[in-house]
């Protein structure tokens, strides 16, 4: 029930006006200039911009390296989606249907890498894929397995992999939560009538907990795709996108070229690419949800 | 007692998954605080093991090196970030969800549609914004585009919680002569703890690890804040682990002390989201 007159109009925008403010400075008034400003050529140093048109654009097309990172970001997503998304699922399913004792203490457990900074996990896997004092190669070494050739970060996919479980390690608590809470919206009376005609826990988790979960693992989904176009600590400090730029994502290639080149104008151009790419999917997985919804 | 000889298939697979996936969990955060007990040549030799003198000269180091001024930076940023926020987002939210004026659509469309924009889409211009206002390499440099970035989320948390908020308590007020801004302060917010505290304490724990823009807008080594301090540990003390483990665990302890006693929040918080 909203009040609705002269006064609360004057305190509504009384009270909306340091948001504004704030968001319009720091984050809309950039993304303007990201717009803008791609359509120049500058750097850190220069004295002016110069106007290049959408010639950045058209070297963006044949970038191959961005390209690699684009790709990159997808499989992130990929395989963000499907392990952090099955292991939440699961282990909300487990601690709210299953065995309600062990609930509290597990959540704990499962949920507590997410209060560990992106840069400290990034530290701590780093050590673990260390060749020469890592604990993974300790234990390869132990059951007798041989290490990839290039050792666990260097070279494309077994990187990407590696720094994918480094980032599921940390974020599937983070869906479990979500997903017990979308499981505990589910009446308990389906499930008893289930049990009446003879359906088992898992059959039940499929048929009941499963679809009526829909709408929440969808948002789950959404949640996880944004999140894997705006990866960039991890990579950042596991691999800083090398070896030859063959782990680089979007985010660190941006970084690449507006500091390490000086190029940023061209940087920018990559901004536009990624806010449009990440507009695009986001609409997508909307439209998708609407879709399933109906 | 007699459960233990009922266990069903099911359930034992089940305690075996949950069990492995703890173990999981908690084996490299282990490994994590082992390490960081040991001196190196103990780390080369079986990173996996108890360490046989416990060595908390690493944890000196780790502080002396400049932990301590990163550490100190952190808390002064994630304050000043957290109350700025949350102070700001409580006030956009009870407009939003109690007060009908007219741009209230704008507004909100506003804010959650830059909530998607990612901060990597924006660091030139950002940059160069922070350099022509002087507040590059600052703390407050980073404050204010914390807050833009955390006003969004609190906004959802806390527009959640005022849209059940009940009028009848405002109402009330309302016959008792309050105007707007009286019954926003000293009713609703009193009322509202719990929400406030959950916004505050997920802008805590996302500020508090921000990496990103803080080694974006710092080059100066005293104001970094921990994450950024942390990444540069990698490069200058590079084989030295012992240290390097004892300054990330000094990183997360504080984070880890505030989950353990605040769990309850954070989670009806993030559970509220599906809404």
């Known amino acids: 029930m909203k009040t609705s007159n002269k006064s609360s109009c004057i305190a509504g925008i009384i009270l909306s006006l340091p948001a504004i403010v704030i968001m319009g400075t720091f984050t809309f008034y950039p993304l303007l200039r990201t717009i803008t400003d791609s359509l120049f050529k500058f750097s850190l140093i220069s004295k002016g911009m110069q106007w290049v048109g959408l010639n950045n654009y058209i070297e963006l097309f044949q970038d191959k390296i961005f390209y690699t990172s684009l790709l990159n970001n997808l499989m992130v997503a990929t395989l963000s989606i499907i392990i952090q998304l099955s292991l939440g699922t699961i282990l909300a399913a487990i601690t709210s249907r299953g065995l309600r004792k062990t609930s509290a203490l597990a959540r704990t457990i499962v949920f507590m890498p997410i209060v560990f900074s992106s840069v400290a996990i990034a530290l701590l896997w780093g050590l673990i894929y260390d060749m020469n004092v890592g604990q993974l190669i300790n234990i390869f070494d132990s059951l007798g397995l041989n290490a990839p050739e290039c050792g666990f970060l260097g070279s494309r996919y077994v990187a990407m992999v590696c720094i994918i479980t480094a980032g599921c390690w940390q974020r599937v608590g983070f869906m479990m939560i979500i997903m017990i809470a979308a499981m505990a919206g589910i009446t308990e009376d389906l499930y008893e009538a289930s049990t009446l005609d003879g359906a088992g826990p898992i059959r039940q988790f499929f048929s009941i907990t499963l679809p009526n979960c829909k709408n929440v693992l969808m948002l789950c989904a959404l949640i996880t795709v944004i999140g894997a176009f705006k990866c960039y600590d991890l990579i950042r400090v596991l691999t800083d996108g090398g070896p030859s730029h063959q782990t680089e994502v979007v985010g660190t290639y941006i970084i690449y070229n507006a500091f390490n080149l000086s190029r940023m104008g061209y940087a920018d151009c990559i901004s536009v690419a990624l806010l449009v790419i990440a507009g695009l999917v986001g609409v997508l997985q909307l439209f998708i949800n609407k879709r399933n919804a109906r | ?275």
């Open chain 2, 1 to 275: 007692m007699s459960n233990l000889n009922k266990l069903k298939p099911n359930q034992l697979m089940a305690y075996l998954f949950i069990v492995i996936y703890c173990m999981i969990i908690l084996v490299p955060t282990f490994w994590l605080l082992m390490t960081s007990l040991k001196n190196n040549s103990e780390i080369f030799v079986d990173p996996m093991a108890f360490p046989k003198a416990v060595l908390l000269s690493n944890y000196m180091k780790a502080w002396d090196s400049g932990i301590k001024d990163y550490f100190l930076n952190s808390m002064l940023v994630t304050v000043g970030t957290t109350c700025l926020t949350v102070s700001i987002a409580t006030g956009v939210s009870y407009a939003l969800a109690k007060l009908n004026f007219k741009i209230n659509k704008i507004v909100y469309i506003f804010i959650i549609v830059l909530y998607a924009v990612p901060p990597q889409g924006l660091l030139v211009p950002l940059y160069n914004l922070m350099t022509t206002l002087h507040l590059s390499n600052s703390s407050w440099g980073l404050i204010f585009p914390y807050t833009a970035g955390g006003i969004p989320f609190a906004t959802i948390i806390l527009y959640s919680f005022f849209i059940d908020f009940p009028h009848e308590v405002e109402d009330s007020a309302k016959i008792d002569g309050a105007n707007n801004f009286q019954i926003l302060f000293r009713i609703v917010i009193p009322l509202s703890r719990p929400a406030i505290m959950t916004a505050c304490i997920i802008q805590v724990i996302a500020t508090w690890n921000e990496f990103f823009l803080a080694s974006l807008l710092l080059s100066d080594k005293s104001q970094f804040t921990l994450p950024l301090g942390l990444s540069t540990f990698k490069g200058e003390h590079m084989s030295e682990w012992g240290p390097m483990m004892a300054s990330v665990f000094i990183s997360v302890i504080p984070l880890l002390i505030l989950y353990l006693l605040t769990q309850k929040y954070i989670v009806n918080g993030l559970g509220g989201m599906g809404k």
